[in-house]
T-cell receptor, first 113, second 111 residues
Framework: DVKVTQSSRYLVKRTGEKVFLECVQD?????MFWYRQDPGLGLRLIYF???????EKGDIPEGYSVSREKKERFSLILESASTNQTSMYLC????????????FGQGTRLTVV | RKEVEQDPGPFNVPEGATVAFNCTYS??????FFWYRQDCRKEPKLLMS???SGNEDGRFTAQLNRASQYISLLIRDSKLSDSATYLC????????????FGAGTRLAVHP
C-alpha cells in the first residue's frame, strides 16, 4: 500500500513563528505536492516538486517555501506564520507519468493564533 | 479566471437518481484529466481517469470534450454511500504531471 505520512495531524502555532510541515512517501514517487484546502476554495497548489532539489511555485506560494533534499521527503515552511495561513494542509505524491494517480496524506490542520 | 471551475452544489438527490457534474478548464494544453472523491474529513482519492473516448466504471461515466474544454461525471442509480465531494483534476504540465484541482462539487444522496 502506498503511504504518504504527514508529521502532525493538528498543530497550533503563534503569529510570527517559523513552522515546518513534513511529508514522507514510501513509493519512490518523483512528484510531491503541497496543497492547502479552505472551505469554498477547494485545494490550492502551494508548491510542487518533480525531483530532488527541484521545485515549482503553485498558485499561492507567497509566505511559503519548500525543501526537497531527499526523494521521499518534502517539507513546507511557513517563514513567519500569520493568521491567514490557518488552514488544512495536504501533501500528495505521484509518479511523473501524465496519468499517474496522486496519493494524499491525512492532512495537517494548522491553526495560527 | 480559475484554471479549473466546478459548480460547488450541493446537489441533493434521492437514492436511485442519476446526477451529472460538469467541470471546465482553461488551459487548452492540458493533457490528462481525473475525478477524485473526497469524503468528509478525509483526504481525496482517485475515482477515475477521464479519457478522450469517454469511459465507464460501473455506475460512473466520465466524458471529456476538448473542443469546449469541459469534463463531466455521470452517476447512475445513486447510493447513500456516493455522498461526498467530487473534485475535478487537470494535469496542466504534461511532462511532470502537475495536478490542479477544482474546488469540488458536493453531492448529498438521501433516502
Amino acid at each position: 500500500d502506498v503511504k504518504v505520512t504527514q508529521s502532525s495531524r493538528y498543530l497550533v502555532k503563534r503569529t510570527g513563528e517559523k513552522v515546518f510541515l513534513e511529508c514522507v512517501q514510501d513509493m519512490d514517487h518523483e512528484n510531491m505536492f503541497w496543497y492547502r484546502q479552505d472551505p469554498g476554495l477547494g485545494l490550492r497548489l502551494i508548491y510542487f516538486s518533480y525531483d530532488v532539489k527541484m521545485k515549482e511555485k503553485g498558485d499561492i506560494p507567497e509566505g511559503y517555501s519548500v525543501s526537497r533534499e531527499k526523494k521521499e521527503r518534502f517539507s513546507l515552511i511557513l517563514e513567519s506564520a500569520s493568521t491567514n495561513q490557518t488552514s488544512m494542509y495536504l501533501c500528495a505524491s505521484s509518479f511523473r507519468d501524465r496519468d499517474a494517480e496522486a496519493f494524499f496524506g491525512q492532512g495537517t490542520r494548522l491553526t495560527v493564533v | 479566471r480559475k484554471e479549473v471551475e466546478q459548480d460547488p452544489g450541493p446537489f441533493n438527490v434521492p437514492e436511485g437518481a442519476t446526477v451529472a457534474f460538469n467541470c471546465t478548464y482553461s488551459n487548452s494544453a492540458s493533457q490528462s484529466f481525473f475525478w477524485y472523491r473526497q469524503d468528509c474529513r478525509k483526504e481525496p482519492k482517485l475515482l477515475m481517469s477521464v479519457y478522450s473516448s469517454g469511459n465507464e466504471d460501473g455506475r460512473f461515466t466520465a466524458q471529456l470534450n476538448r473542443a469546449s474544454q469541459y469534463i463531466s461525471l455521470l452517476i447512475r442509480d445513486s447510493k447513500l454511500s456516493d455522498s461526498a465531494t467530487y473534485l475535478c483534476v487537470v494535469n496542466v504540465s504534461g511532462g511532470y504531471n502537475k495536478l490542479i484541482f477544482g474546488a469540488g462539487t458536493r453531492l448529498a444522496v438521501h433516502p
